[in-house]
């Protein structure tokens, strides 16, 4: 697809009535380098990184077919780098692409194309930009997704919703113009919590530990997961988000009648990325963290029998958020021998 523009071509007015030097007005200009921080400030600086966009545009797109509804509903931000740095250094707005006409363009192409995946929207988005403006050199589109699940009453509802914030979809969606476009998505907020087959023990102990092995602790978390993807024409988005997710939940909570023992934090964060990458073959890189939320034994010998005399089945922890342990690990896919 050909680059061109349509925006407006600003001319200087001109004191003579014909063509001409109107003319020697554009060439002059078109002559003059466009100006930049490293010539404002005589070599000494230069603007290393710049950009500006429009963020948290609210959108919810209905698809009426028939009395069957389908909805998605996205916080779409939008982000632009020119490639002229005169809107910073001499405050020379005619390529700015105001970021109120950014919202508007996410409400227009919504309109116009529909809106499938996060990831899908965001590529119609910044190829708009690169396609439309020629003097941007680089669009971004970071889309949040609302949980929005149909009710079910019975059987699915033709047009009614619950919203169900089990985990948040996300993506970016970036392109530099000639370059191919850059997809991640991403996964947020998936908290779990499981109550016994978890263990951390055999860690070093040396003069500055005091924490004791634990054979049998509770383990929760905050899943936080972001990848990539080799190609967009061949990745299915919705079905790799799903397997994210189910293989964090699989690889966290195993079967529902005996569960999966966990070592350790760090191993269930590379099972559940190597499961991820062997399932969907579109993801190239997966990146999980996963802090730890600390439940902790209470001490209960501390107290006279007749207090804490009762149920034995009563077990009481007190939940510890801060300071808290951080996991993480980025499992990616080696790269194919040649020889």
Known sequence: MPWTSTNRIYAKPSNTSGGEGVAVVAAASSARAAPTAAADTGGRFELSDHG??????????????????????????????????????????????????????????????????????????????????????????????????????????????????????W?????????????????????VLKTTQSAFVDFVQDEYTTLADAAERIFSTVVEAEWTYDSMRTADFDNAWLTVKDAILEKFAGPPDTGVYSPSVQHTLYQAEKMVLEKVSEISWIKMTMPNKHYL????????????????????????????GLIYAQLRRRPKSHL
């Not at 363009?105 to 708009?128: D, M, R």
């Not at 941007?136 to 033709?158: F, I, M, T």
């Not at 993506?171 to 850059?182: I, L, P």
């Not at 001490?299 to 207090?307: E, L």
């Open 171 to 191: 993506c970016e969606v970036s392109q530099v113009r000639h370059d191919a476009v850059v997809v991640k998505s991403g996964l947020s907020g998936l908290r």
């Open 52 to 169: 500006y966009g429009k963020s948290c545009v609210k959108l919810l797109h209905v698809y009426r077919d028939g009395e069957y509804h389908a909805i998605r509903e996205y916080d779409v931000s939008t982000e632009l780098k020119l490639t002229s740095e005169s809107p910073y250094v001499i405050g020379d707005n005619k390529d700015v692409v105001a970021t109120d006409s950014q919202k508007n363009t996410v409400y227009l192409l919504a309109k116009k194309h529909g809106v499938k995946t996060p990831e899908e929207f965001g590529a119609v988005v910044v190829n708009h930009f690169l396609y439309t403006y020629k003097q941007v050199g680089e669009a971004k589109c970071r889309v949040v997704e609302y949980p929005w699940e149909r009710l079910q009453a019975g059987a699915p509802h033709n047009h009614a919703f619950i919203f169900s914030p089990a985990a948040t979809r």
């Open 297 to 324: 034994n209470i001490d209960m010998s501390k107290f006279p029998a007749n207090v804490t005399k009762g149920d034995p089945r009563h077990h009481i922890y007190q939940p510890i958020d801060k300071p808290a």
